[in-house]
């Protein structure tokens, strides 16, 4: 008897895992976090030297089958150093409205939940030439002329409806920043830490 309600209750459980990762599931919610130029194991993570800026928008997910789609939009600041021949010219922010496309996987069920994912990113800029309307109808269309490009992977805790997500993004292309006398191009590298939090 003892085995046949263990193998019952096994396989109840097994059946719930798997109809949690089959099903198709749309979510979408909100985020939030920062921008790092670098992780730091001496403690020094968040001091404001290394705090390159912050993040906040929108996101959606489309899972089954234990994959998932991400397309999120949110606006960002990014601090990055400028160097020419090795050396430190100055600093650059730029701020602008980016859209990853992300593909990844998940893990887990109740609640509970690990991601892995990755995916190219498209950053529509917004300075003197192009306001946050302009950058922000860019990116809704899609607009890729002017644009920057980048590649980020990362990975994401859920725990209920909240989600952490790490993750790295490589510039593919330069960005130019005028200093007021030079012009320079520089690729914007760097991590971010965010919370997210699923209203639907």
Avoid: C, H
């Avoid at 701020?95 to 498209?122: C, E, H, Q, W």
């Avoid at 994401?156 to 200093?179: C, H, M, P, W």
């Amino acid at each position: 008897m003892k085995k046949l309600l263990l193998t019952l209750s096994l396989f109840v459980a097994v059946a719930t895992v798997t109809r949690a990762q089959i099903l198709p599931k749309v979510q979408v919610g909100i985020k939030g976090g920062v921008n790092l130029s670098s992780l730091s194991n001496s403690g020094s993570t968040f001091s404001a030297d290394n705090r390159a800026g912050y993040l906040g928008g929108i996101w959606a997910r489309f899972g089954a089958l234990g994959f998932n789609f991400q397309p999120e939009l949110y606006i960002t600041s990014k601090n990055v150093d400028i160097n020419n021949s090795n050396s430190k010219v100055g600093s650059a922010k730029f701020t602008s409205i980016d859209v990853p496309l992300l593909l990844g996987g998940k893990i887990g069920a109740f609640g509970l939940g690990g991601r892995f994912y990755a995916g190219p990113l498209l950053s529509f800029a917004i300075n003197k030439d192009n306001n946050f309307g302009s950058a922000v109808g860019g990116a809704t269309r899609l607009d890729y002329k002017d644009s920057n490009f980048a590649i980020t992977a990362g990975a994401g805790v859920d725990i209920s409806k909240f989600s952490i997500d790490l993750r790295y993004e490589a510039g593919l292309t330069k960005q130019n920043y005028f200093d007021g006398s030079t012009n320079y191009k520089t690729r914007v590298s760097l991590f971010n830490l965010s919370l997210g939090y699923a209203f639907l």
